[in-house]
């Protein structure tokens, strides 16, 4: 059985106060049996987090992490680094780190490969933009993004890999995908891991779907059969709308 994970993607946003306080007003609330509860603060504050919810059954993860072990990476983060503070886990492939941080799906091949090799839990972002959807583009550039990154390296440890389908469009901007374009997209991204890596890995890989994710809309994009949780941007930001979308599971 694949895991139900619902991930919060705080970006650049809240301040050592204000990260506290969210993780408080989350932790007073009790998580539905069964489903992974999971947030990604700013890299400062990680550490403060990882203490915090010890024991609460919320999970933190990074933003991101450097392809390297260690050495000259002004303002980087490794793997050992983000471990040694307690966190196992990063989103690797932020279409906010493609488009502003030039990461590419070959600069991707390298920290997927650090992170199987850490032992580092990946949720792996990718989507098309609305140009390549408005040319009916977008199946082929998912598929690429896909094959570079992970498909083509081998002996990936896919339990440790969760997915996250985040069309560009629907970023931020209110618009979410459509339930049945959700669905669309992830049931062929499952039969890309399926003709790719098998049965089994197709089967119990977790793929969630992000862009707009609301209280109000998150139930019924749960409920396609292909999407197994969701990563949340703008809606993880107030404890009420988390939770709202988090229990919409
Ligand atoms: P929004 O939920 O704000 O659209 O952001 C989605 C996202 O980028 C999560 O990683």
Redesign the pocket.
Known sequence: MRQKIVAG?W?MNKDAAGSIDLVKELTANAFPSGVRVMIAPATVFLDRIAQATKGTGLEVASQNMNAADSGAYTGEVSAAMLQSIGINAT?LG???RRAYYNETNESLVHKVKTAMETNMEIVF?FGEELADRKTDNHFKIVEQQLEVALFSQEGLDWSKIIL?Y?PVW????GETASPEQAQEMHAFIRSLIQKRCGDAVAETTSILY????KPTNAEELFSQADVDGG??????LKADDFMGIVNAI
Do not use: D, P, R, Y
């Open positions: 993607n970006k989103l932020h279409s906010e972002c996250a985040e629907a970023i931020g901007t992000g862009g707009s994710v990563l949340i941007g703008g809606a993880s």
